[in-house]
């Protein structure tokens, strides 16, 4: 439990890293987007490699497509909500003067209920994993501390495109920052004496979410701020989890 605690922490403080780093320092777009489609790779890879490869050992395909088809599904049905309330351009850092949502107060907090239920299925993988490995593998935290930064750098920017102040934007990350590390906890508590099928149904279940936050919302704003270069970065985000395991 321990360990799950401070793994969730370390990942979840990545967001809080980013929002610093952007209220202290103006990043390019093009940087961010490019560390984003590394960190998109990066997922890609720990969700197929970890997250379902066990999965599949655990259990048969009809308990996998369960949690992995209805994973995707929710993770949808709540990211269409958020998205028609202000936080669909949660990850995205704007053109300029161009807002990345409508500037009040209700799309800054659509911004952060977007920001943690796409940090809570990425929180909850860690657990898991440690659940059923007893340790946590190098590529896992890497991969979710990548994609981590990013996020926090483009949110914050589109927070205070919101109307936000800084401390209001500084209290809302801690608060991300423990949503991750209680996701973490939970995720290790589900699965410590969970049977195998329940084991992979869960894991399937975060890998669906996982996919379909990285569809929804990773890759559209990569590509749209980094150009065709962010496939190839991708693609090195996989492997580099393949060499990591």
Do not use: C
Not at 124 to 146: K, N, R, Y
Not at 200 to 208: K, N
Not at 229 to 238: M, Q, S
Request: net charge neutral.
């Amino acid at each position: 439990m321990g360990t799950a605690l401070l793994w969730g922490a370390i990942a979840g403080a990545a967001n809080l890293i980013g929002a610093v780093l952007v209220l202290a320092i103006p990043f390019p777009r093009r940087l961010i987007a490019y560390v984003m489609a590394l960190g998109t790779g990066a997922l890609i890879g720990v969700v197929s490699f970890e997250l379902l490869g066990k999965a599949l050992e655990l259990s048969g395909l009809g308990a996998i497509a369960l949690g992995f088809l209805g994973g995707a599904a929710i993770f949808t049905i709540f990211d269409i909500i958020i998205s028609r309330n202000g936080g669909s351009h949660r990850k995205r850092s704007g053109h300029g003067n161009e807002q990345p949502a409508s500037s009040d107060e209700g799309s800054g907090l659509a911004i952060f209920i977007g920001t943690i239920m796409d940090a809570i299925p990425e929180s909850a993988m860690i657990g898991l994993v440690i659940a059923q490995a007893g340790d946590l593998e190098l590529a896992l935290i890497t991969a979710i501390f990548i994609s981590n930064l990013p996020e926090g750098i483009s949110s914050t920017t589109g927070l205070k495109k919101a109307g936000y102040a800084t401390k209001k934007v500084v209290f809302m990350w801690i608060a991300v920052l423990m949503a991750s590390t209680l996701s973490t906890v939970l995720g290790y508590s589900l699965l410590e004496s969970a049977s195998e099928s329940t084991q992979a149904i869960i894991s399937s279940f975060a890998a669906g979410a996982i996919t379909a936050m990285i569809a929804s919302t990773m890759m559209p704003e990569a590509h749209e701020k980094g150009g065709p270069v962010v496939g190839l970065l991708t693609a090195i985000g996989v492997f580099i989890t393949l060499l990591l395991r």
